[in-house]
């Protein structure tokens, strides 16, 4: 059944090609699509994965950095700072906001950084310093670039013209970057005297998820949530943003790469009736012809989503070249995700042809020109 | 082992209903015995074909009943009749009918396999028919490749390959050759007790 089904389906290459072609690059959409999300996510929580903090404090009720605000009383930070096994309290300043590299702006997350700050800093600086002093910036070195700026440069964030002392890596994503300023530029700026988030680091040793239960439970108004806890809301977040999105254009390359495989399973055995016929009359089960018929549907798909995964293994290496704010991430549960979809769409495809073969009635083969 | 291999009593084949209907074959009563060649001949249109697909059990009779070495066969379900087919009748069709995509081998070793051989046996088996049949430098040949004369020895080959109770050749085409006739009568890889032939 094999042999046949493999003979069969290699047999007229310019189908094969096309077909092959038509599904792997309606699969790369549903991938590429999957791929920037799973990059996003990265880029998104990138801040907070790497912010060195084991537990992030935030107003009672904020469980994420992105589109919310957060506003606790200085006092809190002392309060955080007086629990049992808390090493180090970093308050962080935090809106989102826009850098101006001259006439270019664009969308971003101040952060406001203490002199002393133990976390939150920028986590890979290409050049110059990953702490700003007042009067300073760290900004992203991609955007920098594309604005012409070097360290010493000048920008505008949150209305103040600032230095650029610092240009860090990785901290831009499909929607906006990271800015890194000094806490009392910040605080100028913002009326009261509140701060955004309070970084906690633990003592070594001891449990993040037991101190954020602590803080919670001692200091009044607050949410503590470990840092992996907060990363997990915020990909949450993205998550509800992006899903009818995904949803909507997975469909669309499930659709694509379905008719397209259907019409071309349906065309190759629409030429081969009169063979299946012949099949049939030499007593071939229903089993084996309708097998023939779902192996040649499988060869099709699983050349497709080779072809799927070797464009889109491309596209992580150029895109984000191209668009430097654009990261493709090729995750195992989306690959096999599509894998079921390619098996769906090899099925559904066969089912056509499946009937047809079923209608054949196997004595035409007695008649003359009943095969080519 | 009875005395008649294939029999056909008051066998009818009727087409379509009311005023539609064409009976193709009538009240049709025939016996095959072991050795015996019978050829059946008429015009074009007086029902050699469905009598054929019949005998065959390619095709169920309206009426009456086909036995085959004692077995009804005409009252088996249409899931047991591809059994019949592939280990009792060996089929040669008037336009051969190869699958395109199969080597000269493969056409013959398939129907083998589907009848429960090994893959290595069909294949020596396939070997065998076909290099008695004069095609041993054509094995691995596509029927495009292959002549209008070695087309047919492959066919000859696909049916003789399961050792069937009953051969059946359809219409013999005017490309059958004198070679082929006599190299399929000598033919030791397979030895059907009857052949019933069409014209």
């Known amino acids: ?372 | 082992m009875t005395a008649v291999t294939l029999d056909l009593r008051r066998v009818t084949k009727r087409f379509g209903e009311g005023d539609a209907e064409v009976v193709a074959v009538r009240d049709v009563s025939l016996a095959v015995a072991p050795g015996e060649v019978v050829l059946i001949m008429g015009p074009s249109g007086s029902g050699k074909t469905t009598l054929l697909s019949m005998m065959g059990a390619l095709l169920r009779p309206t009426m009456g009943s086909i036995h085959l070495d004692g077995t009804v066969i005409s009252d088996l379900s249409e899931g047991g009749l591809p059994d019949i087919r592939l280990h009792h009748f060996g089929f040669v069709f008037q336009d051969f009918n190869l699958l395109s995509a199969l080597t000269a081998i493969e056409n013959v070793a398939l129907v083998a396999e589907l009848a429960g051989l090994s893959g290595r046996a069909a294949r020596t088996k396939a070997i065998g028919l076909l290099t008695e049949l004069g095609l041993g430098r054509r094995l691995d040949f596509l029927p495009e490749k292959l002549s209008g004369g070695e087309k047919q020895r492959v066919s000859i080959a696909r049916a003789l390959v399961n050792d069937p109770t009953v051969i059946s050749l359809t219409n013999r085409p005017q490309t059958w050759t004198a070679e082929s006739a006599t190299r399929s009568r000598g033919c030791s890889g397979g030895s059907p007790r009857n052949r019933v032939e069409a014209w």
Request: charged share 15%; glycine share 10%; net charge neutral.
């Open chain 1, 1 to 372: 059944m094999i042999g046949l089904a493999t003979r069969n389906f290699r047999q007229g290459r310019a189908r094969v090609a096309l077909t092959i072609g038509g599904v792997g690059l309606a699969l790369t959409l549903i991938l590429a699509l999957d791929g920037i999300f799973a990059g996003s996510e990265r880029q998104i929580t990138a801040y907070l994965d790497n912010s060195a903090a084991d537990v992030w404090v935030s107003q009672a009720g904020v469980r994420n950095l992105h589109m919310s605000a957060s506003a606790l009383p200085r006092g809190a930070v002392e309060e955080v700072a007086a629990v049992d096994v808390v090493a180090s309290v970093t308050p962080l300043l935090y809106v989102t906001g826009r850098v101006e590299f001259g006439a270019q702006r664009n969308l971003a997350y101040i952060i406001g950084l203490p002199p002393d700050a133990a976390a939150g800093r920028p986590w890979q600086i290409a050049r110059g310093t990953d702490l700003p002093g007042p009067g300073e910036a760290v900004v992203d070195r991609v955007l920098a670039e594309q604005a012409g700026i070097d360290l010493g440069g000048r920008v505008t964030i949150l209305g103040l013209p600032l230095t650029v002392v610092g240009l860090s890596e990785n901290t831009i994503t499909i929607t906006n970057s990271i800015a890194f300023v000094a806490f009392a530029d910040f605080a100028a700026v913002r009326p009261g005297d509140a701060v955004s988030f309070v970084l906690v680091q633990v003592l070594p040793g001891a449990s993040a998820e037991d101190v954020a239960a602590v803080i919670e439970g001692t200091v009044g108004g607050v949410t503590a949530q470990t840092r992996s806890a907060f990363a997990g809301q915020e990909r949450r977040v993205v998550r509800d943003m992006a899903t009818d999105v995904l949803t909507v254009m997975s469909s669309a390359g499930f659709l694509i790469g379905l008719a397209v495989m259907a019409l071309s399973v349906y065309t190759a055995t629409l030429s081969r009736r009169a063979e299946y016929g012949v099949l049939k009359a030499l007593g071939a089960s229903s089993r084996f012809l309708y097998g023939s018929v779902v192996i040649q549907a499988l060869l099709g798909t699983a050349g497709a989503l080779a072809v799927g995964l070797a464009v889109t293994v491309v596209l992580t290496a150029v895109v984000p070249r191209v668009l430097p704010g654009v990261a493709l991430a090729i995750a195992v549960d989306s690959v096999v995700k599509v894998a079921i979809i390619s098996t769906i769409i090899a099925a559904l495809a066969a089912i056509l042809p499946i009937r047809q073969i079923a209608g054949l009635d196997p004595a035409t083969v007695f008649r003359k020109g009943a095969a080519p």
